[in-house]
């Protein structure tokens, strides 16, 4: 009988590159058939909308990480630094550090306003600009809910699957590829910029592109793939809980305005603060990280 569990754990990284691309292309094909098949691909149906999203999120960043983890190592969960426990300190520290950047991260989407790409790659600039415009119209829609069932639902499918499925996708195997190819700090910016890149949204590509670099990081320092998780969903579900508030009537803080405009300064000091924590994070993590076989 074949053993094929760490079948390619020798392969090149093109190799490798290869089956992520191919597989993950595989699985969001059959998510889409089987959501045309479902929903008889209605996109005027919002319910319909959130099925697809659903299914594409599994096909294209949940199941390709572990099938190419399963070939490249006969430890999958460990390749994927899923096999560590975490610690009540590393998930409250974390929640705290995601919520104190967030007006930092809305300073950096209001300088990231004031960019412009060369005149040769305009075409590329009003391309992600017009895909940025279609996707918040799309994520209005799917987070303007008003019934404590739809919010969890929103929460499971905005906040929770994004997390899990890009992280594994891009901070556990990805960047993982690219480290065995040219070292850890290239291959975090470099899975960063195709993490930001891959949204098509030019007035968020700075801050997205730093917290994907940041989630790179915090798999560097700790080994382990549940803390970029959790910070990853932290970020998502604020803007859920945000939007639920905000649309039902409830008069709540702005979190997508803060630290802009006027409250620039805001922005500045949270920017301060987060980075302090980060390098205390750093300090306080940087002896956990193992390599993974």
């Known amino acids: 009988m074949i053993q094929l569990k760490g079948i390619i754990k020798e392969s090149s990284t093109f190799s490798k590159l290869l089956l992520l691309i191919g597989t993950s292309s595989f699985f969001t094909l059959l998510a889409l058939l089987l959501w045309k098949i479902i929903s008889n691909g209605n996109v005027a149906d919002i319910q319909s909308i959130k099925l697809m999203q659903f299914l594409q999120s599994i096909g294209m960043f949940v199941i390709p990480p572990f099938v190419l983890a399963y070939f490249w190592s006969k430890k999958p969960f460990r390749l994927l630094q899923l096999d560590r426990q975490t610690d009540w300190k590393n998930t409250i520290s974390i929640a705290f550090l995601m919520i104190v950047a967030i007006p930092f991260i809305n300073l950096l989407g209001e300088l990231n306003q004031h960019l412009v790409l060369p005149d040769a790659l305009a075409s590329i600039e009003a391309m992600m600009k017009a895909a940025e415009l279609e996707t918040a119209q799309l994520t209005e829609k799917l987070l303007n809910v008003n019934r404590l069932d739809s919010l969890l639902l929103n929460i499971f499918l905005i906040a929770m699957l994004p997390a899990l499925g890009e992280e594994l996708f891009f901070r556990g195997v990805l960047q993982r590829i690219f480290t065995d190819w040219n070292g850890a700090v290239i291959a975090i910016w470099l899975t960063a910029f195709i993490f930001s890149a891959i949204h098509f949204q030019f007035y968020g590509f700075l801050p997205r592109m730093l917290l994907g670099a940041f989630f790179g990081y915090l798999v ?70 193992s390599e993974p076989e």
């Open 220 to 289: 560097l320092w700790t080994g382990n793939l549940w803390i970029p998780i959790f910070a990853h969903f932290i970020n998502n579900f604020m803007a859920v809980i945000f939007y639920y508030f905000k649309n039902n009537g409830y008069s709540v803080l702005d979190i997508d305005i803060v630290g802009t405009g006027n409250t620039q300064w805001v922005g500045w000091v949270s920017g301060c603060i987060t980075l302090t924590a980060v390098v205390w994070y750093r300090a306080r993590n940087k002896s956990l990280c």
